[in-house]
Each structure stands twice: as C-alpha cells, then as structure tokens.
C-alpha cells in the first residue's frame, strides 16, 4: 500500500484549489514564463500572480530563478505522483460502489418486468 503524506497532500491540494494556480501551471507546462507574462497573461497584479506562483514553489510544483531583474518560473521537479496514487484510489473505490449500485438497479428492473408480467396474467 502507498504511504501518502498528509501534510504534502494537503498543501498540493489547497494549492490545487485555486483556478489561477491551475492555470499557471498549465502554462508552464508549455513553456517558462516570466512572473511579469503570468501577471499579464491572467490579468493581475505583479504581488498577486507572486503569491500564487510562491504557494506552486512551497510545494515544489513550481520552480523558480531570478537572472538580473526577471524571475522566471518553471514547472518544478516534483511532479503529483502521490497525489494522482491517492486519487486514483477513491476512484477505484467509488467504481466499485457504483458497480454495486448498478447491480442492486439491474435487479430492481428485472423484478419490476417480472412483476409487471405476473400482472398482466
């Protein structure tokens, strides 16, 4: 079984939460950009679009360098292996539970034409 750490798991996820850090780390996915491009490319301040990409770094997801006056940013080297393990997990479990429920639903209608049938005798 995958041992998962709850703090990691909660930091990746509260900084997965916010739409703005998704994007920029889709952004990143295509190429670096500067602090400056990502302010402008999501339409916020130069403070703002720090904090967001300081949380993506706290948590390794980002990867910062400062050369002379521009930062740029880069998807760090941490990717969400343990995050998509934990993920994949639930989802297996509600697959199963729902694979149940279908069941319990597949026997309810079979029932219910057994009875409608019953019925019409």
Not at 39 to 45: E, G, I, L, V, Y
Not at 52 to 80: A, P, Y
Request: net charge positive; glycine share 8%; with cysteine.
């Amino acid at each position: 079984m995958v041992q998962y750490s709850p703090a990691l798991l909660d930091a990746s996820f509260a900084a997965l939460s916010d739409a703005t850090r998704r994007g920029v780390l889709e952004q990143l996915g295509r190429a670096d950009a500067s602090i400056t491009d990502l302010a402008d490319k999501f339409h916020m301040t130069l403070t703002g679009m720090k904090k967001h990409v300081g949380i993506l770094e706290q948590v390794g997801l980002v990867k910062t360098e400062k050369v002379g006056r521009v930062r740029t940013c880069k998807l760090g080297l941490r990717g969400l292996g343990e995050e998509a393990a934990w993920i994949e997990r639930y989802r297996q479990v509600w697959e199963a539970r729902f694979d149940e429920l279908d069941k319990v639903v597949e026997e309810l209608k079979r029932k219910e034409k057994a009875d409608a049938r019953q019925k019409t005798k």
